[in-house]
């Protein structure tokens, strides 16, 4: 039986790049040339090429079924979609869609209460009908049958408001480790449901999730604990405020991925309409359907991109057993900034890593080996001999590599490796005695001693990344955290990410609006959708400056402007400097509630915050006008406002400014002309404009001068 790998599961809780919490270990298949065999991988990705050759994939056994496009086994089987389970909650008001697998051409009914529906199972099992729309009440059952004999229930359902949290670590970020424990102790909430979706990603869109464990859950101290602390505490606010009522069935579903990018949470169409990723898209696409002829492609481009920044006539990965310019790293593998070496106690970024063993010709007469690196973070490429066997990205996941006959050989074999770490502890983890070959014959030979390590100047950039990664890549975390939620309605979508993003913030606007639409095909075209402004996070400087982090706020800021249904919440003062997970998550669930109040449920407009409308010239000032204020346009510990600044194409002064009702008057010594105004502009400014009622910040934003 030969498969075609779709999808990678990835399970665990990953709540950031801070006090990591590693990820699982799921059962799946290594494919190496026309043979499969069982295996246990670590966080899955694994890119597994001999020479230029790919000779093995990892792939969950659950992720190759997800799809939804084999038939059922037994025409007399029947069952839902994996987002149907017991406890779930739908949304009220709106056609309630069902789908799920069923034997070949079986006659499907449904029923929910005094509603009900029916469909055909198409030629390979799957079904979907639609039920009218139920007002909110419960609990009821799903009841699901087909003229084969086959049945199945789906218990204790309810209708009422279903919403979705997405994004990256601070919408992972759960409520146990949030400030004083986030309440958890009283989180017995029967009318508060939760679908906490594990990591996953995939190639193409898949019909179901990537776990079979992922099921409904009602809201307990036991399992609130490590849900989703935004999402929850949004929730709870919702309720305790009375924005809706106490007894209102809330559904919550939590898909989130710490440190993802957003272009992995969008589709592939949506990306292919913004454009300018032709080259990717395809490369993705070959993947999903030759990941053999893909995986060959992308070890190709990364050693050319290497060759292309380093003149050398040598390549780290070619060098043999020669350590010239290299050094000996600690007897014990560890993070390599924990070694006390000057040249890399600060290093974020790449660093070669070498070792050589000694081989007999007994020893290589067998075929196939395994390569074991022990835990590695975050991105390795691996190559034994100068031939390329691996590479994946995960935070401190062991790497295992399987390579074919030929590449060992008799005498001193070379194992180098290249190490990328952008974030927290990195490099070549160890523990030494998990790192060793495994011959075919069941021998291992250790790899715990004679490593060298060369460090990688920074200037040189970054390697491309395969389009197939998951939180670096391309529409996988879509296609396999998002696309099963498909038939399901939501009452909204809340998005907590950007900070992947900040040092490619000019594109985030686009990419924010591409997600939106996205959406809005998939959940319903007025989708309410919040968008969390990223916190203050870094070091402040005295002077102005350019900053990725300001720049996403004001794309975030422009895309909620020009959209009637989507609204920011602000949280340039809800951040920690120190700590890019700020653990005071129940000021963020208070302003989304606020947020969503207004945007959703009737709520005051004026309530989100102070909004900048137009920067116009009058004589030598410039006036900045403003909306939405509760109240009046304050200054907080001073007589005036801070963090104003006047710029032209020659750079950005700080300017003196003075609240004048619902407008802040600028003015600056500098004879230069400004063209733009930025305010609160940089990663962890200081500002104090607020309004009065809030009191809510205005945040970082830039306005052309009129």
């Known amino acids: 039986m030969k498969f075609i790998p779709k999808s990678t599961l990835q399970t665990g809780f990953e709540n950031g790049r801070a006090g990591r919490e590693r990820a699982g270990e799921p059962a799946g298949l290594v494919f190496t040339y026309s043979t499969i065999s069982a295996t246990l991988s670590k966080n899955g990705e694994k890119i597994m090429i001999s020479g230029l050759k790919m000779i093995a994939l990892t792939v969950s056994m659950t992720a190759l079924m997800a799809t939804g496009t084999q038939s059922l086994a037994h025409a007399d089987e029947l069952k839902l979609d994996s987002v149907f389970t017991d406890h779930m909650v739908l949304q009220s008001g709106a056609p309630i869609v069902l789908s799920g697998q069923a034997g070949a051409g079986a006659q499907i009914s449904v029923t929910i209460s005094d509603t009900s529906?029916?469909?055909?199972?198409?030629?390979?099992?799957?079904?979907?009908?639609?039920?009218?729309?139920?007002?909110?009440?419960?609990?009821?059952?799903?009841?699901?049958?087909?003229?084969?004999?086959?049945?199945?229930?789906?218990?204790?359902?309810?209708?009422?408001?279903?919403?979705?949290?997405?994004?990256?670590?601070?919408?992972?970020?759960?409520?146990?480790?949030?400030?004083?424990?986030?309440?958890?102790?009283?989180?017995?909430?029967?009318?508060?449901?939760?679908?906490?979706?594990?990591?996953?990603?995939?190639?193409?869109?898949?019909?179901?999730?990537?776990?079979?464990?992922?099921?409904?859950?009602v809201s307990t101290p036991d399992n609130t604990g490590g849900f989703s602390a935004v999402c929850y505490m949004f929730a709870r606010e919702l309720k305790n405020s009375g924005v809706v009522p106490k007894d209102l069935p809330l559904g919550l579903i939590h898909s989130s991925w710490g440190g993802s990018q957003i272009e992995a949470w969008i589709s592939a169409d949506a990306l292919h309409e913004l454009g300018g990723r032709e080259t990717e898209l395809a490369a993705l696409a070959l993947y999903a359907s030759d990941p053999e002829k893909a995986g060959i492609a992308y070890s190709k481009s990364w050693q050319n991109w290497w060759e292309s920044k380093n003149a050398s006539d040598v390549t780290p990965w070619e060098s043999g057993d020669d350590k010239t310019g290299w050094a000996a790293t600690p007897a014990a593998m560890s993070d390599w900034r924990s070694w006390g070496y000057d040249d890399l106690s600060n290093h974020l970024g790449m660093v070669w890593f070498k070792t050589s063993v000694e081989l007999s010709e007994a020893d290589i007469k067998n075929g196939m080996a395994e390569l074991a690196l022990g835990s590695i973070d975050e991105v390795d490429m691996a190559w034994v001999n100068g031939k390329f066997v691996g590479g994946m990205f995960g935070w401190g996941t062991n790497r295992n590599y399987d390579f074919p006959e030929g590449i060992l050989h008799a005498g001193t074999n070379t194992v180098v490796v290249n190490v990328l770490n952008t974030w927290g502890q990195g490099g070549m983890i160890g523990p030494n005695e998990a790192m060793n070959i495994t011959l075919s014959s069941g021998k291992n030979i250790s790899l715990a001693e004679g490593w060298h390590y060369q460090k990688v100047p920074n200037t040189i950039g970054s390697a491309p990344n395969p389009p197939w990664e998951s939180i670096n890549g391309l529409s996988g975390l879509h296609n396999a955290m998002l696309a099963p939620l498909d038939n399901l309605a939501l009452k909204g979508a809340l998005w907590y990410q950007g900070e992947s993003?900040?040092?490619?913030?000019?594109?985030?606007?686009?990419?924010?609006?591409?997600?939106?639409?996205?959406?809005?095909?998939?959940?319903?075209?007025?989708?309410?959708?919040?968008?969390?402004?990223?916190?203050?996070?870094?070091?402040?400087?005295?002077?102005?400056?350019?900053?990725?982090?300001?720049?996403?706020?004001?794309?975030?800021?422009?895309?909620?402007?020009?959209?009637?249904?989507?609204?920011?919440?602000?949280?340039?003062?809800?951040?920690?400097?120190?700590?890019?997970?700020?653990?005071?998550?129940?000021?963020?669930?208070?302003?989304?509630?606020?947020?969503?109040?207004?945007?959703?449920?009737?709520?005051?407009?004026?309530?989100?915050?102070?909004?900048?409308?137009?920067?116009?010239?009058?004589?030598?000032?410039?006036?900045?006008?403003?909306?939405?204020?509760?109240?009046?346009?304050?200054?907080?510990?001073?007589?005036?406002?801070?963090?104003f600044e006047l710029c032209d194409a020659n750079g950005c002064s700080y300017?003196?400014?003075k609240i004048e009702g619902t407008n802040v008057t600028l003015s600056t010594k500098s004879k230069r002309k400004a063209t733009h105004v930025r305010h609160c502009w940089g990663d962890a400014p200081v500002c104090n404009l607020y309004d009065s009622e809030g009191p809510l910040p205005v945040s970082s934003f830039e306005l052309t001068v009129e």
Not at 133 to 150: K, N, R
Not at 183 to 210: E, K, M, W, Y
Not at 531 to 547: K, T, W
């Open 655 to 657: 300017a003196d400014a």
């Open 501 to 643: 993003n900040a040092g490619r913030a000019g594109a985030y606007e686009g990419l924010l609006n591409a997600l939106s639409s996205d959406w809005r095909n998939m959940f319903g075209a007025d989708l309410p959708i919040i968008v969390h402004q990223l916190p203050n996070f870094g070091g402040m400087r005295a002077e102005p400056y350019e900053s990725g982090w300001a720049r996403v706020r004001d794309a975030q800021r422009r895309v909620a402007d020009a959209d009637a249904n989507t609204e920011t919440v602000v949280l340039i003062d809800a951040g920690d400097k120190r700590d890019i997970h700020p653990a005071d998550k129940a000021v963020v669930g208070r302003r989304t509630a606020v947020a969503v109040h207004s945007l959703v449920y009737g709520g005051n407009k004026a309530a989100t915050g102070p909004q900048p409308v137009s920067a116009n010239r009058k004589g030598k000032s410039v006036i900045v006008k403003f909306t939405d204020i509760a109240g009046d346009l304050v200054a907080m510990s001073h007589n005036s406002p801070i963090s």
């Open 117 to 217: 529906g029916s469909a055909r199972a198409d030629a390979d099992g799957n079904w979907t009908t639609s039920l009218t729309a139920m007002d909110v009440g419960g609990p009821y059952e799903i009841s699901v049958s087909s003229d084969l004999g086959a049945s199945t229930t789906v218990k204790d359902v309810l209708i009422g408001d279903v919403w979705m949290c997405s994004g990256q670590s601070n919408m992972e970020f759960n409520t146990a480790r949030s400030m004083n424990g986030g309440g958890v102790g009283g989180a017995n909430d029967a009318s508060i449901r939760f679908l906490q979706v594990s990591h996953g990603t995939s190639p193409v869109p898949l019909r179901n999730l990537t776990n079979d464990k992922d099921v409904w859950a």
